[in-house]
């Protein structure tokens, strides 16, 4: 879930390598991902297709990160899937359940307050903070779905996302010419035992790069890109492990 997209400190040594490795990422068309379409200065995000069982399972079956190279057509795909469970006070199977079932307290407890906005009914918008690589400024959002189905458990599918890119003097590249592909998907339900909510989270970021960034030692790229892997796991997993409790023990006070 999602992307929302990178932060990461890197050592001034690999700096300009990873910079350009997570911003010169280029679409590879795909009726199944979410695309990305380029203006001058920022790209923006068009709606996907409904997530199927198997895309879904595809993601939240790995464990840990991921990363993938072609170095001969320079496709190139990365991301990490995490398990998600965090205890609530006095919970239990029916309160954790009947708390799933509320999208917006799920969305708040997800994420900042602050930096959500719910866009349409079970949508929501999920913001980070303006990123600087170097000579490149990101800004960037991700939409997420949120709803619970038959079975009493939360899903979470990104239906669209943008990076807000903005290109600055000396990068040598049109904004044009970038692009990015990515997928978030989650799934949340009471643990076995009823006493916290348990589930997985899960984001892929993939596209093609530019034959010139095909040069570049695997290593560099997989470093630079296992760094951002971390970083927004633990920025994801910290936020929701915070949030759960609180909106948790709000949802319960209501006597909901």
């Known amino acids: 879930m999602m992307v929302r997209c990178i932060l990461s400190v890197f050592l001034l040594a690999i700096c300009n390598y990873s910079c350009k490795v997570a911003a010169f990422i280029t679409n590879k068309p795909s009726s199944q991902a979410s695309h990305i379409i ?3 200065t920022k790209l923006f995000a068009t709606k996907r297709k409904t997530w199927t069982k198997r895309e879904k399972d595809n993601i939240l079956n790995r464990n840990g990160e991921y990363f993938k190279l072609n170095r001969m057509n320079g496709a190139i795909s990365f991301g990490s899937s995490s398990r998600i ?3 609530l006070d006095d919970a239990s199977e029916a309160s954790i359940t009947r ?4 999208d917006e307290q799920i969305a708040n407890s997800i994420w900042d307050p602050k930096l959500i906005q719910n866009i349409e009914p079970k949508v929501y918008r999920l913001k980070l903070m303006t990123l600087m690589f170097v000579t490149i400024q990101l800004s960037p959002h991700v939409d997420v779905k949120m709803y619970t189905d038959e079975r009493g458990t939360f899903n979470l599918e990104s239906v669209a996302f943008d990076p807000n890119i903005q290109i600055l003097p000396g990068v040598g590249v049109s904004a044009d010419s970038l692009g990015i592909l990515i997928d978030v998907v989650g799934e949340l339900y009471p643990s076995s035992d009823g006493k916290a909510v348990d589930g997985k989270i899960g984001f ?3 596209g093609e790069l530019p034959p010139p960034m095909r040069l570049l030692p695997e290593p560099v790229l997989k470093n630079s890109l296992s760094t951002i892997n971390r970083t927004i796991t633990k920025f994801a997993i910290d936020s929701f492990q915070k949030g759960a409790r609180a909106k948790y023990n709000e949802f319960m006070k209501e006597g909901k």
């Open 38 to 40: 380029c203006t001058k």
């Open 85 to 87: 469970k965090t205890t």
């Open 99 to 102: 708390w799933l079932s509320n």
């Open 204 to 206: 892929v970021t993939s």
